[in-house]
Each structure stands twice: as C-alpha cells, then as structure tokens.
C-alpha cells in the first residue's frame, strides 16, 4: 500500500464509455480512488451501488470516485448499466495502475493462492496527495466511512 503523505501515481485509463481520464483531470478536487477485484460480483457490487446511491453527498462535498479493476470498458459498461451507477469506472486489464498503487497482492481463498485485486481505497487531495489509505476494506461498510471522512475534512 502507498503511504500517506505520498504523491499519487497519475494515471491514463479508460472508463465505461471509452474515454480516457487522467487523476490530473480532477485537480482541485478531493479523489476517493478505490480498487476492486470483479464487476457483478457481490462485493463489488455492494460497494459499487454504495458510493453510486451518495453521489451527490460526495459531489456536495467536493470529491470525485473512480472506481478502477482489471476488467475490461465493456464490462464496465455493462456494470454501469446493471445497476445504474452514476460515476466512473476505470479499466486496467494491464494492471499498471493497480500495480502502481500497489494492490496487485497474493489472495487465499478456501485455501488455494493466487494472484489478485486487494480491496484498496486511497483519499487523495485536491493537489494529488495521498492523505488516507485503507487496505482489507469491507465493501458494505467503505462507502459510509470514506463519506463521513470526507465529511470531516
């Protein structure tokens, strides 16, 4: 995991629609960039329709989500469509991003190893530092709890 008070690694991924976006497009403004293992997945999904239904308490607060896989735009878009989610998903199937922020982690699950997105969300400022780092999320509870710091900074 990066540490706070790092620099956030920029980027240059597309999203659900194609278009390229880069963390030095939301300059000014908070970025709660999460990283997750699987579109429609249950999880995934929770975590997902969470940060999708407080939108507008994070938009009102000043802060953007960009939620970023290895899956690809199509997925994303079907994704998007499943559950109607209202913010961007970004597509690293070459996991240069998620290399970078340090989340491609070994996973053990009912006892077999292998190679994974760890559930990862970073706050990054609006000068794009690293000002909270959170590994070993619970998907349910993230969206909650990255409000409510927002929400106090």
Not at 29 to 36: A, H, Q, T
Not at 116 to 126: F, N, P, Q, S
């Amino acid at each position: 995991m990066l540490q706070i008070g790092a620099k956030a690694p920029d980027f240059s991924l597309p999203d659900q629609n194609g278009k390229i976006h880069s963390l030095k497009d939301y300059a000014g403004k908070k970025v709660i960039l999460y990283f997750y293992p699987k579109d429609n997945t249950s999880g995934c999904t929770k975590q997902a329709c969470g940060f999708s239904e407080r939108m507008p308490l994070f938009s009102e607060k000043g802060a953007v989500i960009l939620g970023i896989s290895k899956d690809s735009v199509a997925s994303h878009k079907k994704f998007e469509e499943n559950y109607g989610l209202k913010f961007t998903i970004l597509s690293d199937p070459d996991k240069t991003v998620i290399q970078s922020y340090d989340v491609w982690k070994e996973k053990k699950l009912y006892g077999k190893v292998s190679m994974g997105v760890a559930r990862t969300t970073y706050l990054i400022d609006e000068n794009g530092i690293i000002i909270k780092a959170f590994d070993k999320v619970k998907a349910a509870e993230n969206p909650e709890q990255m409000l409510e710091i927002v929400g106090d900074l």
